[in-house]
C-alpha cells in the first residue's frame, strides 16, 4: 500500500518561511526521483521541484527557483520542501509525487499524496 502523507502547510504572511514533509511509505523510497507539484484555485497544476534519488541532483521551476529547496532523507523515507521569500502567489494545494521516466512518454508522477495548503497573505 503505497503512502504519501504531505505535512507543513500553514498560514504564512509574504515574504515567511514554511517547511513541507512528505513521509512516505509501501515502496522503497530510496529508489525514485520525487518531486513537488501544485495547484492553486481554478488554476492547473504546475511542477515546482524534483530531486533525484541519490538526493544530490535537483530541478527547480523558474517560479520557485532561488526561493524553494527540495531535500530527502532516505534513512526516514522523507521529502521535504524548504520555502523562503514566500509570495502570495505562491497560495496553492501542494503535493509530493514520486517520478519516473517512461520511454516515449517522459516524466510522469504515478503517486500522489493527499495535499497541503499553504496560504500567503
Known amino acids: 500500500d503505497v503512502q504519501l502523507v504531505e505535512s507543513g502547510g500553514g498560514l504564512v504572511q509574504p515574504g515567511g518561511s514554511l517547511r513541507l514533509s512528505c513521509a512516505a511509505s509501501g515502496f522503497t523510497f530510496s529508489s525514485y526521483t520525487m518531486s513537488w507539484v501544485r495547484q492553486a484555485p481554478g488554476k492547473a497544476f504546475e511542477w515546482i521541484s524534483s530531486?533525484?534519488?541519490?538526493?544530490?541532483?535537483?530541478y527547480y521551476a523558474e517560479s520557485v527557483k532561488g526561493r524553494f529547496t527540495i531535500s530527502r532523507d532516505n534513512a526516514k523515507n522523507t521529502l521535504y520542501l524548504q520555502m523562503n521569500s514566500l509570495k502570495t502567489e505562491d497560495t496553492a494545494v501542494y503535493y509530493c509525487?514520486?517520478?519516473?521516466?517512461?520511454?516515449?512518454?517522459?516524466?510522469?508522477?504515478?503517486?500522489w499524496g493527499q495535499g497541503t495548503q499553504v496560504t500567503v497573505s
Open positions: 530531486i533525484h534519488s541519490n538526493g544530490i541532483t535537483t
Open positions: 509525487a514520486t517520478t519516473g521516466f517512461w520511454g516515449d512518454v517522459g516524466w510522469v508522477h504515478n503517486y
